[in-house]
């Protein structure tokens, strides 16, 4: 059995614009800098590019700004090891062979110019992010943009400082970089129309959580305001694919999209804002209630918790082979509806995925008999008997209708694949062993994947915990450990001290430990201080007046 590309087809970008690979999200940071400027567009390519290295960008900066920078030139090693290893985002980095500059680093909405695109790819992860924020909140990409651009001269004809903007050293450097009449370029002629998220909901509360993070912009510096933004866009996107998987399933599975889905009742701003979605962590009154991210806050990996939370992460990623698959549908009732034969049977052209999925509900027997002749190419009846013994079995399956074998014999080839790609992906947007990270691995099989928020991760979030919409403006207030508990809970489906109707003495033993070390950890980071075992004294201050 040879499976032509467009039997496994898994891009759609109304599902998702981000492709099955391994992202960094630096990258994609860079690549959503363009997005941002250009609102939505690609610039045009420039001619006579050339590869960036760092000696390229040393010389740059010692030849546009030889008046500016006094005593670069005096010491030219210094500021390329500078650039080296303080500014660039390099691949393979510490391999002399085979490092390059991807780009320099994303602290500037202009640090694009200087990307070698080959090395800078991320995947369509931009343009996903893109997506999302202008689904979420439409006026938030000029907000951003402007704090990512701060610094350069609107007057001019061409991206240069205007020396009166105060920026921190390194983020000066990457503007003294780009600032060259060479680079000079402007927005393609494409309109910049992406699809929009099918998950609307956690699009809005990714808005939610940047609007809420630039209020910081004064009292922040802006590198670790950055590295705040950064963190939650790997967040979200780690937190969207996850609600993929059992929103696609369960589209597929019920042969529509979920009312709920097509009027989206999520509010972020909202005590429990995904109480009304059908398929978020948060709903214990789903239809099919998912379970909640058991996070182990310690770093014992043998521990009870530990092993509870490998489970539960196990489970939740044990779903990926029903998303694998119902996309793997959707795709091949898009093929359907594109050929000669579709275009003929169909009253209108399916639009969007809950038009595609609709087909499934009752397909009728110009699709059945169309995926027939598709099988027959697939597996010709004549070589079934050379055919491995699982291809026979799922050829011979009568409970499945042709489309349904069709992906079976699709998914049975391909799924390893995409499986293999999709977990890396979600290990690099959730930051995997990072101190960003909302997932830890360690080496051998007893430290499986589980749950875990890193310190920097914790920090943000808590940035935004102690922050209170008053209108348009935010203030900050503080928050009780357990009104942070109930937080991340409704707000990302985080659990450190579960409802488990069925806990054992030593479930909860765990989960008080858990509590323990939750504390210990903010008060290392400096936003709790226990003065009292009263409960009403145990309080997360804001760290800046707002």
């Not at 500078?82 to 500037?108: C, Q």
């Not at 960003?436 to 691995?441: A, E, I, M, S």
């Not at 985080?494 to 488990?500: C, G, K, R, V, Y």
């Amino acid at each position: 059995m040879k499976l032509a590309r467009e039997d496994y087809e898994f891009n759609n970008t109304q599902i998702c614009h981000i492709m099955p690979k391994h992202i960094e999200l630096d990258r994609a940071l860079i690549n959503l800098y363009m997005l941002l400027k250009h609102e939505g567009r690609r610039p045009v390519a420039r001619t006579g590019r050339i590869e960036v290295d760092v000696d390229y960008i040393v010389n740059q900066l010692l030849q546009q700004h030889p008046d500016e920078l006094h005593g670069f030139a005096d010491h030219p090693d210094v500021v390329r090891d500078w650039v080296y290893s303080d500014l660039v985002d390099m691949v393979y980095r510490g391999i002399p062979d085979k490092e390059t500059v991807a780009a320099p680093l994303p602290l500037h909405l202009n640090a694009y110019k200087l990307r070698n695109p080959k090395q800078a790819k991320d995947y369509r992860a931009a343009e996903h992010l893109y997506s999302m924020l202008r689904a979420g909140d439409p006026g938030l990409i000029r907000r951003l943009a402007d704090f990512l651009g701060q610094g350069m001269d609107a007057s001019a004809s061409y991206d240069t400082y205007d020396r009166q903007t105060l920026l921190d050293l390194d983020t000066l450097m990457i503007v003294r970089m780009v600032d060259a009449p060479n680079l000079k370029e402007s927005a393609s002629g494409d309109k910049g129309y992406l699809d929009p998220p099918l998950c609307i909901g956690q699009a809005r509360l990714l808005a939610a959580d940047t609007r809420a993070l630039l209020v910081y912009e004064r009292v922040v510096p802006r590198r670790v305001l950055i590295g705040y933004l950064r963190a939650a866009f790997g967040l979200h996107l780690g937190l969207y694919l996850l609600r993929l998987f059992r929103q696609v399933s369960g589209w597929v599975r019920d042969g529509e999209a979920h009312p709920a889905c097509l009027n989206c009742p999520v509010d972020p701003n909202a005590a429990q804002p995904f109480a009304g979605c059908p398929y978020a962590f948060q709903n214990a009154q789903a239809e099919l209630p998912l379970p909640e991210l058991l996070v182990d806050m310690g770093e014992d990996y043998t521990g009870h918790l530990a092993t509870l939370a490998r489970e539960n992460c196990a489970r939740i990623y044990a779903q990926m082979n029903d998303y694998i698959q119902a996309v793997f549908t959707i795709n091949q009732a898009k093929r359907f509806a594109a050929s000669d034969r579709g275009r003929r049977h169909l009253p209108r052209t399916p639009e969007s995925v809950g038009d595609l999925v609709a087909l499934l509900k009752a397909p009728s027997d110009v699709m059945l008999n169309y995926f027939s002749d598709r099988i027959d190419d697939l597996v010709p009846s004549d070589a079934l008997a050379e055919e491995r013994e699982d291809v026979r079995a799922i050829y011979d399956m009568e409970a499945l209708n042709p489309l349904q074998r069709f992906v079976e014999l699709a998914a049975l080839e391909r799924t390893r694949y995409y499986r293999k790609y999709l977990t890396e992906q979600l290990d690099t947007v959730l930051m995997k062993n990072q101190d960003t990270c909302l997932l830890r691995q360690g080496k051998g099989r007893y430290n499986e994947r589980r749950w875990h928020i890193g310190s920097q991760m914790l920090e943000m979030l808590v940035q935004i915990a102690v922050l209170e919409p008053e209108g348009a403006e935010f203030r900050a207030r503080p928050i009780l450990i357990d009104d942070l508990l109930f937080w991340m809970r409704q707000r990302y489906g985080l659990t450190l001290m579960p409802d488990w109707p069925a806990a054992t003495i030593q479930d909860y033993e765990a989960f008080n430990a858990n509590l323990s070390i939750l504390k210990r950890r903010l008060r290392e980071i400096g936003f709790y201080t226990d003065l009292s075992d009263a409960y009403n004294a145990q309080v997360i201050h804001p760290r800046y007046e707002i």
